[in-house]
């Protein structure tokens, strides 16, 4: 059976993007691997909606059984220049909306 989460990630564009996103990646979800895609990554760069490409990091993915406080551990343990800029945005299978969460 599936249980999909729907993920955004968002941090702040002071951070070494492409350090940090091998550094997310490292996370291994319940033997399964991990990718986080950039909106802004070559295979994905596209206009969304508007006229302009985005000006922050977005981050993407969809997660089959995702351990999300394993992956609050992984990020938290991450050094990040902005930590308080750092969103986590999650919806899981059964939710009704999205909700955020912040490292402490």
């Known amino acids: 059976m599936s249980i999909v989460t729907n993920l955004i ?14 550094e997310i990646n490292l996370f291994f979800n319940n033997g399964r ?16 909606g508007g006229s302009k490409y985005f000006e922050t990091n977005i981050y993407l993915g969809a997660y089959n059984h995702l351990d999300i406080p394993e992956l609050i551990k992984h990020l938290d343990d991450i050094e990040w220049v902005e930590r308080e800029n750092v969103q986590l945005i999650i919806k899981e299978d059964q939710d009704k909306k999205f909700k955020i969460i912040e490292l402490t």
């Open 9 to 22: 990630l968002t941090f702040s564009l002071s951070e070494d993007t492409l350090s940090k996103e091998k």
């Open 33 to 48: 691997d991990f990718k986080i895609v950039s909106v802004d990554s070559d295979e994905t760069k596209i206009v969304y």
